[in-house]
């Protein structure tokens, strides 16, 4: 007697649409979890936010941001210590020009050197422009 071969790949599909099914169902839970823990993580960053506000004035977040930016978007050009890679050194730029001089130059990019502008905007300009300003 022969046996059928179709029950072997009727029995791998019917296992496999279960494994699908729970691993559905634990997914859903998974992603109920990460939610709630998303939302304690806002909660918790809002009161960061609002007992930094009363506590100082700002000036040494203010710097650490502005370094922080730069690493995040000027860093891979200027270098991570202000070097220079492919593009000019800014390790004593505050001696050269003043933080509206350097917001300037942010926002207008500096085409003698490639720089195109607008590649930081708003107040991480300003925190840039400020923190850039105190390299001596």
Known sequence: MQKNPVIPYALIAGIG???????SFVGLNQEEAIQ???NGE???EQQDDQS?????????E???NG????????A???GQDLSGTSAPALDTVGSKYSQEEIEQIIADGFPDAGMPGGLI?????EAVAQWLSEQQ
């Open 76 to 78: 891979s050009c200027h």
């Open 52 to 60: 930094g506000d009363t506590e100082d004035s700002g000036e040494g």
């Open 42 to 44: 806002e909660q918790g």
């Open 121 to 125: 905007q708003g107040e991480d300009a």
């Open 36 to 38: 709630e823990e998303e």
């Open 62 to 64: 203010t710097a650490a």
């Open 17 to 23: 649409i279960l494994l699908v099914i729970v691993v």
């Open 67 to 74: 370094e922080e930016v730069f690493q995040n978007n000027c």
